[in-house]
């Protein structure tokens, strides 16, 4: 090589280009970070909603304290924040990318098989982790009374910051401090518990036809019929538990079910009661929610994939966010959250 003259230097050129994994890491990583706040300020889980959500509210005529209602859905990986409305009918105020969760479509069924849930489940007060390892941590509240009743196992799943998750659906930081603040204002207005509602996909007639030889196929009839439920009452779906199954906005009252009162039968005609939403109602529901901007780690291909492999995780699409992976075997934190949730998995490179 021909020596650089005095005062110049030369830079030997990259052997490689860095890898796309590599990026989506650094990036799903700068994601996960907390705005940069002062020294003594509050803890992340005060801090109150933002100021463009609030204003959002104040134009809706919408109580920051008003009960809030979260949806779902694991293909989209978005997660939904509706309001109730002077009324009670609710409005859909914001919409969040879910960073990451795992698994395929299809309901969780067992310990350790690393699926997201699908069914209807609550957020209590118990169910705030402020101290969560994972930055904040809202416990949904699997297994549920119809869960135990057929034989599901696991617990512990939680909507959670940090972007990492083994069967918990896992936000950035930022954005799960404002589904944090939604819930916290809701329950301390009084609200008793805030439904959370997961869904495979949005239940529209396309997407259950493009889906029809899915092998949970049988389990999303519940699900398609709080959907639509919703999508002409605006009022949260009521669920009741019987013969072990669902029955949505059933004639006789929803009561706190148990594993016992769901397996048993149930009233011979449960009837169907909704109140759909007139015309004139329906216009003043009408509007351009909010849009979060974040990462989705998701997409069909890889939802797929991991399907394909018999459930087995792959690394392919998982970005590593460290040199030396931590093991699955990771000792359980925050109240041993999240059956595996939130552990990040062990990675072969």
């Avoid at 959370?196 to 396309?206: G, K």
Wanted: proline share 8%.
């Amino acid at each position: 090589m021909t020596a650089a003259p005095r005062g110049v230097l030369y830079m030997r050129p990259l052997d490689h280009a860095p890898r796309l994994r590599g990026v989506t890491a650094t990036l799903v990583a700068l994601a996960s970070l907390p705005a940069f706040s002062p020294a003594h300020a509050e803890p992340a889980s005060a801090k109150p909603l933002e100021p463009q959500t609030l204003s959002y509210l104040q134009e809706k005529h919408i109580e920051a304290g008003a009960p809030v209602y979260i949806r779902i859905f694991k293909e989209e990986s978005e997660l939904e924040v509706w309001k109730e409305r002077p009324g009670g009918r609710f409005v859909l105020i914001k919409s969040y990318p879910i960073c990451n969760w795992s698994g395929a479509l299809g309901p969780k069924t067992a310990l350790g098989d690393q699926m997201a849930p699908e069914g209807f489940y609550a957020v209590g007060a118990h169910s705030m982790k402020p101290d969560s390892k994972y930055h904040l941590a809202l416990n949904i509240g699997y297994p549920n009374a119809l869960d135990k009743a057929l034989g599901r196992t696991g617990d512990f799943i939680m909507v959670h910051g940090d972007c990492k998750s083994v069967g918990c659906f896992a936000m950035t930081n930022g954005l799960i401090e404002e589904i944090y603040a939604f819930v916290r204002e809701a329950l301390e207005s009084g609200q008793a518990r805030v439904p959370v509602h997961t869904f495979p996909f949005r239940m529209t007639a396309s997407n259950m036809a493009r889906h029809a030889d899915h092998p949970a196929y049988s389990t999303w009839a519940p699900l398609k019929e709080a959907f639509d439920d919703f999508d002409k009452s605006r009022l949260v779906p009521r669920i009741s538990m019987c013969d072990k199954r669902y029955v949505v906005n059933a004639i006789f009252q929803a009561e706190a079910a148990t594993p016992e009162t769901a397996a048993a039968a149930c009233p011979a005609n449960p009837g169907k009661l909704i109140a759909p939403v007139s015309r004139k109602l329906a216009k003043k529901l009408v509007s351009k929610p909010l849009i979060a901007i974040g990462v989705k780690l998701r997409t069909r291909e890889n939802i797929a994939g991991w399907s394909s492999q018999g459930g087995t995780q792959t690394s392919w699409w998982w970005p590593s966010f460290s040199s030396k992976p931590e093991s699955q075997s990771e000792p359980k934190a925050d109240g041993q959250q999240a059956d595996l949730g939130g552990v990040r998995p062990n990675l072969s490179n």
